[in-house]
T-cell receptor, first 114, second 113 residues
Framework: KQEVTQIPAALSVPEGENLVLNCSFT??????LQWFRQDPGKGLTSLLL?????REQTSGRLNASLDKSSGRSTLYIAASQPGDSATYLC?????????????FGQGTILTVHP | EPEVTQTPSHQVTQMGQEVILRCVPI?????FYWYRQILGQKVEFLVS????????KSEIFDDQFSVERPDGSNFTLKIRSTKLEDSAMYFC???????????FGPGTRLTVL
């Protein structure tokens, strides 16, 4: 059974800092991995999708890396802004007969102060 | 930009009642999912649906749950006899193809009294 852990659980930083959010998963046989943000009481917004064959994926100030063999993914946020404040979730996709089944971590709660 | 929509946004029901949660997927998306998130807990997979049949379901998705696409556009989740522990936010998600990302709807908050 896939288990996903995200570190740190919470992060509070001043505006402008570069951030690193970590995600680890126990079953490395994944098809891809998605990063989401969730604002309080809201749905999940997809940020990035990394295919299992990729090492990195970039979107604006966000960069996600994937080391499938070691079961790790990292989300880098450059020049953080108060609007980045949210919970960040990673979710590997099982693939195979369980394709499409995302397993979520508890998330990293990010607060960026002006 | 196309988006997944869900109705209602909030549903309050009495224990033992049936509820139907509705989702309108992004048109041309072929894969559909339901997830739930109990307050303060992780988002959990419930069921995946493709080509008018269930592809996979979790242990949470017992006989009290069912899904269908009644009219080829809406995607519904039915809970036949709600329990207190069914109180959660329910998210619908859809995907265009096997290599694409999943897009989530805003969720339906279900409160069982």
């Amino acid at each position: 059974k896939q288990e996903v852990t995200q570190i740190p659980a919470a992060l509070s930083v001043p505006e402008g800092e570069n951030l690193v959010l970590n995600c680890s998963f126990t079953d490395s046989a994944i098809y891809n991995l998605q990063w989401f943000r969730q604002d309080p009481g809201k749905g999940l917004t997809s940020l990035l999708l990394i295919q299992s064959s990729q090492r990195e994926q970039t979107s604006g100030r966000l960069n996600a890396s994937l080391d499938k063999s070691s079961g790790r993914s990292t989300l880098y946020i450059a020049a953080s802004q108060p609007g980045d404040s949210a919970t960040y979730l990673c979710a590997p996709d099982a693939g195979g007969t369980s394709y499409g089944k995302l397993t979520f971590g508890q998330g990293t709660i990010l607060t960026v102060h002006p | 930009e196309p988006e997944v929509t869900q109705t209602p946004s909030h549903q309050v029901t009495q224990m033992g009642q049936e509820v139907i949660l509705r989702c309108v997927p992004i048109s041309n998306h072929l894969y559909f999912y339901w997830y739930r998130q109990i307050l303060g807990q992780k988002v959990e997979f419930l069921v995946s649906f493709y080509n008018n049949e269930i592809s996979e379901k979790s242990e949470i998705f017992d006989d009290q749950f069912s899904v269908e696409r009644p009219d080829g556009s809406n995607f519904t989740l039915k809970i036949r006899s709600t329990k207190l522990e069914d109180s959660a936010m329910y998210f619908c998600a859809t995907r265009q193809a096997t290599y694409n990302e999943q897009f989530f709807g805003p969720g339906t908050r279900l409160t069982v009294l």
